[in-house]
């Protein structure tokens, strides 16, 4: 449906293409708001969405400033040595406008899930880009990244960071399809009152199949949710399977570990009898995105699998 | 002490009571259901049921117990103290005084399952305390609405520091989110023995009060006359609400709403008299609080609803069918 206001879009980006061709702006990108134009080669980026650094970074730029990681103060674990100097421009999902400002970025990566209004206030302050929102996709990654590559300028950069992460996907399913059946597996978050199961549409649970496990909800995630309601303790039995992968919203999935541990209904499971049970940083598992955070998340399940062999 | 007035009630509160502690153990969310549970009460050899049962709904149930009396035991004596029918535990910072407590724990780091009991109660009585030292100025706790006005403000402020420290530390919002709606789901045995003995101290405490605390009821100057005295009376009564208050806090979260509408509908069945009024809270408290519970396994099972929310949609229609049915039960 063609409103009024995305015909004034239209016809603005139009003339905007007619008027300043001359200048620097280059190339022109299909976002959620529509065309953006960018710089050929932007010096000064702002990232307010964790796929946004994490593609930055595997493209070869290093943004000035960032939000972070959610139940965080700094960017996720898996990337801070490698942005020491980064500035903190909000937190998840909570911009601090005037650090973007302060900045004076000319270019800015945002989340699918950025509000209207924000981009609005944003894209006043340098080009905003923004990728169309496809609900909850396993794959939705990747089309981020390669508009955040694009933008960036570095579309070879990303396409080699991708590949590298479809290979290395690839050797690890056919060591783990090894012995022929998939192994069974749920991501969970673990919470004071009982697991999320998470979704089988999310980056990590992608990440996982992908790797040749058989992630599993047990039908419990309705559509379009990132995760299902917090399970009874009573209704454990649910998450069994060959492998757990186990979060929280924080950092340290020991911990998680832990506490799941002084719950007998779960030390109780045959999974986790069986010591089949991966504690896993949830920053990376549940919010992170990005050829990065691939490349961290089977850095995990490697990891698993192999000490899981040697036992 | 159990006179004709009050026979009837308790014993059908108490059949009820009994008849609910036993659903509570064969009712769940999972797959033991009713037919297995009770097979196991018969031990039937299923270890997965036996669990379930023994493991899992008996310290639920008995958290609900505990939890149960301890708020409409509050809930009574609060509307004795401040002689208003609508007083509650969250009125006099109680409930709030706990949450910051545990919300300051949690931003130093503290994680959720240790640390809650001893530190809920001591905020408790923390949120109490500020609430009677404003009420010392100047002879105002010698007004029970002042008290109540007091104790509204403070809960405000109390509420708004809790906020801000959530939104600061977005860690702690994450891990208290569920602990503010209240629930009686993954309590162990343990969370329940640790703050039996602070329960049970305030309810020794409180055997001995009953009698010069409903003489409250016939107002200050007359209870003076019998020889009590109101500003010491009213001080340990809230005492003993800070620890009951605390005590169900910690382990079951804020419940909503069992406070207020279990005195109500006590003093309905059996009259205004405190000295009734408070040991037909007893069964009633938990019967509430356990009815809900159960109902919040079996609504969305496989998963859980918040009790908290629950005991409010419980009892709200109780409340209105008792405002509706008769005069409002008054207090003296």
Redesign the interface.
């Known amino acids: 449906m063609l409103s009024k206001r995305n015909l004034f879009c239209t016809l603005g980006v139009l003339a905007g293409v007619a008027l300043g061709s001359s200048a620097a702006m280059a190339r022109s990108l299909d976002t959620a708001f529509g065309e953006v134009e960018v710089n050929d080669d932007p010096q000064r980026v702002v990232t307010l969405y964790e796929g946004a650094l994490d593609a930055s970074l595997a493209a070869g730029v290093t943004p000035l400033g960032a939000i972070a990681t959610?139940?965080?103060q700094q960017v996720a674990n898996y990337l801070r040595d490698q942005v020491p100097d980064i500035q903190m421009v909000g937190?998840?999902g909570e911009t601090n406008l005037e650090a973007v400002v302060a900045l004076s970025p000319d270019l800015i990566l945002a989340s699918p899930r950025l509000p209207e209004a924000q981009y609005a206030l944003l894209s006043q302050v340098a080009p905003t880009v923004v990728p169309p929102s496809s609900g909850f996709s396993p794959d939705a990654w990747r089309d981020e990244a390669l508009l955040f590559g694009e933008a960036l300028g570095r579309e070879p950069q990303i396409n080699e960071a991708l590949a590298a992460v479809d290979q290395r996907a690839e050797e690890l399913k056919a060591r783990i399809n090894a012995e022929g059946q998939a192994p069974s597996t749920h991501l969970v978050r673990w919470?004071?009152?009982?697991p999320l199961v998470m979704s089988t549409k999310l980056f990590s649970t992608g990440m996982l199949s992908a790797a040749g496990f058989a992630v599993e909800d047990s039908g419990?995630v309705a559509d379009q949710r990132p995760h299902?309601?917090?399970?009874?303790?009573?209704?454990?039995?649910?998450i069994e399977g060959d492998w757990l992968f186990l979060a929280t919203?924080?950092e340290d999935g020991q911990?998680a570990l832990e506490?799941a541990s002084?719950?007998?209904?779960f030390r109780?499971l045959d999974v986790v009898q069986r010591d089949q049970v991966v504690a896993v940083d949830g920053q990376l598992w549940t919010s992170a995105s990005g050829p990065l955070a691939a490349q961290a998340v089977l850095d995990d399940i490697e990891t698993a699998v192999e000490s899981n062999a040697t036992q | 002490m159990i006179d004709e007035k009050l026979r009837r009630p308790m014993q059908a509160a108490l059949m009820l009571l009994l008849v609910t502690c036993v659903a509570s153990l064969l009712i769940?969310?999972?797959?033991?259901g009713v037919w297995r549970s009770l097979m196991v009460l018969f031990r039937a050899e299923d270890a997965?049921a036996a669990?379930?049962v023994w493991?899992?709904?008996l310290p639920r149930t008995l958290v609900g117990l505990a939890v149960g009396m301890a708020l409409a035991i509050s809930g009574a004596l609060l509307q004795a103290i401040s002689r208003n029918p609508l007083a509650e535990p969250g009125l006099l910072g109680v409930s709030a005084g706990s949450a910051l407590a545990v919300a300051i724990m949690l931003s130093l780091g503290a994680?959720?399952?240790e640390l809650r009991v001893g530190m809920a109660q001591l905020g408790a009585l923390l949120g109490c305390a500020c609430v009677l030292s404003v009420t010392r100025l100047r002879g105002v706790g010698n007004d029970p609405i002042r008290l109540v006005l007091a104790g509204a403000a403070f809960s405000s402020l109390l509420a708004a520091l809790t906020s801000l420290l959530l939104l600061m530390d977005?860690?702690a919002a994450?891990?208290i989110r569920?602990?503010v709606v209240g629930?009686l789901?993954?309590r162990r045995v343990d969370d329940l023995l640790a703050v039996l003995p602070s329960m049970a101290l305030a309810g020794l405490v409180l055997l001995a009060l009953v009698r010069p605390l409903s003489s409250l009821a016939l107002g200050e100057r007359a209870s003076a006359g019998l020889g009590h005295h109101p500003g010491r009376l009213r001080l340990l009564a809230v005492i003993i609400v800070a620890l009951l208050v605390g005590g169900a806090t910690a382990i079951a979260g804020p419940i909503a709403f069992v406070g207020l509408v279990v005195p109500f509908l006590a003093r309905s069945l059996c009259g205004p008299d405190l000295r009734r009024t408070l040991w037909l809270c007893l069964p009633l408290g938990p019967l509430l609080v356990l009815l809900a519970d159960i109902l919040s396994?079996c609504l969305?099972?496989?998963?859980?609803l918040p009790l908290g929310v629950l005991t409010a949609i419980c009892g709200a229609p109780v409340l209105i069918a008792v405002v509706r049915a008769r005069r409002l039960p008054t207090l003296s």
């Open positions: 959610r139940g965080g937190l998840a919470m004071p009152q009982g419990l299902s309601d917090p399970l009874s303790l009573e209704a454990l039995p649910e919203l924080n911990e506490t002084q719950s007998e209904a109780r | 769940g969310a999972g797959d033991v997965d669990f379930t493991s899992l709904r994680s959720m399952m977005q860690r994450d891990e569920f602990w629930s789901a993954g396994r969305v099972a496989p998963s859980e």
